[in-house]
């Protein structure tokens, strides 16, 4: 019943046999594509357009509570649309309003 324990090798030992292991964290390869992108699945131009159209409508019919809150949004952004245009054509930004003219120095 008191079978022989294999013999323990001191705290000091441990911690340095440890040390010399090289960390979890540096074992783990980088799985980025060697070409930079973070994946092979882009959406570019007119398509990324196309699905975030498809995204609202689908919304816009699956949950009619969003209705509301989408046709206010849109009323707010016109209206502050409608008053930044309007406000920066009776006040039109002269050169001489900008200050400093080459404000990076190049």
Aim: aromatic content about 6%; glycine content about 10%; proline content about 8%.
């Amino acid at each position: 019943m008191g079978g022989a324990r294999p013999p323990s090798k001191s705290k000091a030992a441990e911690r340095s046999a440890r040390s010399r292991q090289p960390s979890a964290a540096a074992k783990i390869k980088s799985v980025e594509p060697e070409s930079g992108r973070r994946s092979g699945f882009s959406l570019r131009g007119s398509a990324g357009l196309i699905i975030a159209v498809a995204g609202v409508a689908i919304l816009l019919i699956a949950f009619p509570a969003y209705r509301w809150l989408f046709l206010i949004s849109v009323l707010i952004g016109l209206v502050i649309a409608g008053g930044l245009a309007l406000w920066h054509r009776l006040h039109p930004i002269e050169e001489q309003d900008v200050e400093p003219k080459r404000p990076l120095g190049l």
